[in-house]
């Protein structure tokens, strides 16, 4: 089985993030832990450092420049167009309609989707890179249940 860095985080996420973003383990028992899960210690590496950067996001929460107009349209570099298919575009475009996203953390949700190193995103990969963002940051709680709840009936839905 070949684990890549999304696999790990999902792992992270569904096993240990249940503390909230205060979550501070001893990184070196949490990577043994990892290993003995199966995962590669590349893999772990490169999970912790998106995950430092997650939390370095969160820290310059209000250095961030003002990303524009609640009503203006977001357009895609040409990176991101590849890696975020149209399904993925027009999810992050729902979330904003829909309230859930703000300008400033569709641009988290988007630096951290780019920062997988994958060719291009699912739409189950982004929606767990949503949550994990929403997660993540202070006053975000109802959007992160709604979209929680979301992901998990999806999933239920494929269960049966």
């Given at each position: 089985m070949k684990e890549n860095v999304f696999d790990v985080l999902m792992y992270l996420f569904e096993n240990y993030m249940e503390d909230g973003p205060e979550f501070h383990p001893d990184q070196e028992?949490?990577?043994t832990e990892l290993t003995q899960a199966g995962f590669p210690k590349g893999e772990i590496s490169k999970a912790?450092?998106?995950?430092?950067?997650?939390?370095?996001?969160?820290?310059?929460?209000?250095?961030?420049?003002?990303?524009g107009r609640a009503d203006a349209l977001r357009h895609y570099?040409?990176?991101?167009?590849?890696?975020?298919?149209?399904?993925?575009?027009?999810?992050?475009?729902f979330m904003e309609q829909s309230g859930l996203l703000d300008?400033?953390?569709r641009e988290l949700v988007i630096d951290r989707a780019m920062a997988l190193e994958v060719e291009e995103i699912a739409l189950d990969q982004l929606k767990w890179v949503i949550l994990m963002v929403l997660f993540n940051q202070p006053g975000q709680e109802h959007a992160y249940a709604l979209l929680e709840e979301l992901v998990f009936d999806e999933m239920q839905g494929h269960l049966h």
């Open positions: 028992t949490l990577a912790f450092s998106w995950l430092e950067g997650l939390a370095a996001l969160r820290e310059q929460d209000n250095r961030l420049p003002l990303c570099t040409a990176q991101e167009a590849e890696k975020l298919n149209p399904d993925c575009r027009g999810f992050i475009l300008t400033r953390t």
